[in-house]
């Protein structure tokens, strides 16, 4: 049983730039959650999707948007790309709406220069 | 503001001394306390979850325990392989879940 995977497992991009990340959730799952951890930190929310929708959405900047597909995968795109945004990005997925327990992939280290 | 804080943030321990990690919470509406492991260069593995004041689980040399503010994690004979960041999250009316900043947890031999 996959669980949830992610692509690329690390990326070097430069200030400006535009990057895109991917995440397939566990077999089973239909909701997607994004979250950004920097060293040190705990993750920090950024949205979450259900059927195909962004329903929920943290304390982060219209730069970052996403996208859910009919197969419960989805995208993380981050536009004009800054020095802060150099993080983890995690992606988890849950089963249903609502606080359920989320399984997490490892992650994209994500480095701006 | 929901908060989720953690303490202590670093714990250094010998092999078999047992311990307890703290997690504090101001949510609105609490809708889950879970708990994650998670080692270097990985994604957090979830533990427990905790729903309600004075539910508690267990898993091997961990239990979880939950009042009406504050959370713990109980390490009990740790192994070095128990070391990791313990990370501690709550749920809240919102759905949202807000994470602390973690626990590192170190087990020497």
């Known amino acids: 049983d996959a669980g949830v995977t992610q692509s690329p497992t690390h990326l070097i991009k430069t200030r400006g730039q535009q990057v895109t990340l991917r995440c397939s959730p566990k077999?089973?799952?239909?909701?997607v959650s994004w979250y950004q951890q920097a060293l040190g930190q705990g993750p920090q929310f950024i949205f979450q999707?259900?059927?195909?929708?962004?329903?929920q959405r943290g304390n982060f900047p219209d730069r970052f948007s996403g996208h859910q597909f009919p197969n419960y995968s989805s995208e993380l795109n981050v536009n004009a790309l800054l020095l802060g945004d150099s993080a983890l990005y995690l992606c988890?997925?849950?089963?249903?709406?609502?606080?359920?327990?989320?399984?997490f992939g490892d992650g994209t280290r994500l480095s701006i220069l | 503001e929901d908060q989720v804080t953690q303490s202590p943030e670093a714990l250094r321990l010998q092999e078999g001394e047992s311990s307890s990690l703290n997690c504090s919470y101001t949510?609105?509406?609490?809708?889950?306390l879970f708990w994650y492991r998670q080692d270097p260069g990985k994604g957090p593995e979830f533990l427990f979850t905790?729903?309600?004041a004075g539910e508690e689980k267990e898993k091997e040399r961990l239990k979880a325990t939950l009042t009406k503010k504050e959370s713990f994690l109980h390490i009990t004979a740790p192994k070095p392989e128990d070391s990791a960041t313990y990370l501690c999250a709550a749920g809240s009316s919102a759905s949202k879940i807000i994470f602390g900043s973690g626990t590192r947890l170190s087990i020497r031999p």
């Open positions: 949510v609105s509406g609490l809708r889950g």
């Open positions: 988890a997925s849950s089963q249903g709406r609502g606080n359920q327990p989320q399984h």
């Open positions: 905790l729903y309600s």
């Open positions: 999707y259900y059927e195909e929708e962004e329903r």
């Open positions: 077999s089973g799952h239909d909701t």
